[in-house]
């Protein structure tokens, strides 16, 4: 019906009027669009009186109706006792409504046969009859028929205008008189060409990251006054953009059945100053999920230069739209929502985009490489930064998407590809026993600074101000003991992943211990009563040298075990073995030293509340000397079966 020959032959004199009617007739769809969704929302609101709403102002000026008082209908709208909905002005947008139907099935009539144009019009005669707003009252049901588009149940208005729509867009795609830099346009002025260039510009410039996925056809023509740019994202009938553009404003009207990719969008545009009005959901059993949504975005340019820039940006935008979801949902399977969505906003704004990875096979392609990079400490079903930093893993994904889009478009074999990633992601991972030990020397670190912390209190316990340093450095042991606790975490999420793993989980995990009891010292200390002078905190020294040298050792034992993993170095665990028994050794000293601490509070503390709280310091620093230890005898009996194994 749409082919051109059909078109050709249907020039006459009344054909010589056909593009013009094709634009009256796209206009009249925005307008019938405008008109179900003000239906809709009118009800809405009327069902729902304490719920915000929107006026469908900015709708109403974007579909080109000149009629302000509209703009009251939702918030007038109520519902009436018996049943009815009072809904303004309602007789007269019926009215107008299906003199917007009637206007897209004129440019059908005009093509030679009019054979569908008859059928459109046999259904709007069945349907008008029972479109009926009575002194603007509507039944539900009635407004229900008008506006409802799931194909599955009745015909309805709304089936019909969107019907009208896809048959429109194909004639107006045949009657294309002229092509501006691939769209195919007409009834363009001179100044028009220009608009339709710069867009065109930005449309080439980021097409070639789609490789051969259909979509991103471009129409425009001057219609109403103005300019307007239709583009064919994809095949869904909910995912259109047309962009308007009169002067120096450009309204774009962005609908999508995903939600999430319409916010997406609207996130690209982040450095231009673009309004974006409320966000608008339809009720639609015909597409995904039976719900679209719809937005109008609007940005005024300074000038001409500005305008032409905009419209470049716009069009170069559209291409990171195809296929967005689907790259969405194999990226959650790696990153989770929020690390994924993050990704396809960066792979946008460096012109990178996902159909690269895609079509190297998507997540496949990592889990291909992590088989071979992570040599069995990966199991499905676990987030990419379960096995790598999140930071790492985010650096990692980002090198895929540049490698795969890059890739393909300089023609090289996706296999070649596979091997580039698998060999970047060998850099990124590391086994989880490594990872761990870097783990566990952070939390060592943590521990020393916690004893050094509560040593240094004590050397400067008889200076006036005391108090103030006690309660600083206790704060400090909270915090450092906040990041241990954190590091606890990650390495019990490690050893759910990894068997070899499980030791040094365990071991991390005994070693909060250690951080704990030093904490609970920092944290009494901060209790003594003012009048303390700090003579008694002396006898307390000893203890806190010998726990701090005892931390210190740790972090040597810890940092040996990093340098000599594969057990293979006799001096490196010679130097590990010794640095056990040195903690052994302090251990027995600091259980001297305590029994030495208590006799001399016992027998030099006046107030009772003075010996208790540093009574109680000393068994925190004693025990902490006591978990050390066993966590120290752990280490050496781990390092010892690993001889045993090699």
């Known amino acids: 019906m749409t082919e051109k020959l059909k078109i050709v ?11 013009a009617l094709v634009n009256d007739a796209l206009t009249a769809n925005d307008r019938a669009k405008y008109y179900f969704s003000l239906l809709q929302t009118a009800r809405v609101r009327a069902d729902n009186l304490e719920r915000p709403f929107s006026t469908l102002r900015e709708e109403r000026i974007a579909s080109s109706v000149d009629q302000p008082q509209l703009d009251q209908v939702v918030a007038a ?29 004129a440019p059908l009539a005009a093509v030679a046969d009019g054979e569908q144009a008859g059928g459109f019009g046999e259904r709007l005669a069945l349907l008008s009859a029972a479109a009926i707003a009575d002194d603007d009252m509507m039944e539900a049901e009635c407004i229900d028929g008008m506006t409802r588009a799931d194909r599955h149940r009745c015909d309805s208005l709304h089936l019909l205008v969107i019907d009208l729509h896809k048959e429109l867009n194909v004639l107006q795609a045949a009657l294309a008189t002229e092509s501006v830099d691939g769209a195919m346009t007409y ?20 097409a070639p990251l789609k ?17 307007v740019i239709q583009n064919d994202i994809g095949t869904t009938d909910a995912h259109v953009v047309v962009i308007r553009v ?22 690209l545009f982040s450095r231009w100053r673009v309004r974006w009005d409320d966000i608008l959901s339809r009720r639609d059993g015909a597409m995904d999920d039976g719900l679209y949504h719809l937005s109008v975005a609007r940005h005024e340019a300074g000038d001409r230069d500005g305008l032409l820039d905009f419209l470049s940006f716009l069009g170069s935008r559209l291409v990171f739209l195809i296929d967005w979801n689907k790259a969405r949902k194999r990226l959650r399977s790696l990153l989770g929502k929020a690390d994924a969505a993050d990704l396809l906003k960066w792979a946008a704004d460096e012109d990178v985009g996902h159909m690269g990875f895609l079509k190297c096979g998507g997540d496949e392609l990592i889990y291909r490489g992590l088989a071979l990079a992570a040599r069995g400490d990966y199991r499905p079903g676990l987030f990419l930064h379960d096995v790598l930093p999140r930071n790492l893993a985010r650096q990692f994904m980002q090198f895929v998407f540049r490698a795969a889009s890059l890739g393909l478009r300089e023609g090289k074999q996706i296999l070649l590809i596979e091997d580039e990633v698998v060999v970047e992601l060998s850099r990124f991972f590391r086994g989880a026993e490594e990872r761990l030990l870097d783990m566990a020397a952070e939390h060592a670190a943590l521990t020393w600074e916690v004893a050094a912390g509560l040593r240094d209190c004590l050397l400067r316990a008889r200076l006036s101000d005391w108090k103030r340093r006690f309660r600083h450095n206790a704060e400090r042991a909270k915090a450092w003991e906040s990041q241990a606790d954190e590091l606890v975490q990650a390495a019990r999420l490690a050893m759910r992943r990894s068997e070899p793993a499980a030791f040094l989980a365990q071991l991390i995990e005994a070693a909060d211990e250690v951080v704990d009891c030093l904490e609970d010292a920092a944290f009494r200390l901060t209790t003594l009563p003012a009048e303390s002078n700090g003579d008694l905190c002396r006898q307390l020294e000893t203890l806190a040298r010998l726990v701090l040298a005892a931390a210190q050792e740790y972090v040597k034992v810890v940092a040996t075990a990093r340098s000599g993993r594969d057990a293979s170095s006799r001096e490196d665990m010679q130097d590990l073995l010794a640095g056990v028994h040195r903690i052994i050794a302090l251990e027995h000293q600091c259980d001297d030293a305590e029994r030495a601490a208590e006799a001399a509070l016992l027998a030099r503390a006046g107030d009772f509340r003075e010996l208790y709280v540093l009574a109680e310091t000393g068994k925190n620093l004693e025990q902490a000397a006591d978990e050390l230890m066993c966590v120290a005898l752990k280490f050496r009996d781990h390092a010892l079966s690993e001889v045993s194994a090699h």
């Open 246 to 267: 009169n002067n120096l404003t450009v309204t774009t009207l962005y609908s999508d059945v995903h939600l999430q990719r319409l916010n997406f969008f609207a996130s």
């Open 77 to 105: 709208a109520r519902r009436s006792p018996e049943g009815p909905y009072l809904i303004p002005h309602s007789e007269q947008i019926v009215h107008q409504l299906l003199a917007a139907v009637r206007e897209m099935i």
């Open 9 to 19: 032959g249907a020039l006459g004199e009344d054909a010589l009027l056909l593009p």
């Open 187 to 206: 009834g363009l002025a001179d100044d028009d060409r220009q608009l339709v260039a710069a867009f065109m510009q930005g449309v080439r410039r980021t």
């Open 211 to 227: 490789f051969d996925h259909p979509g991103l056809g471009t129409t425009a023509a001057r219609s109403g006054g103005v300019v």
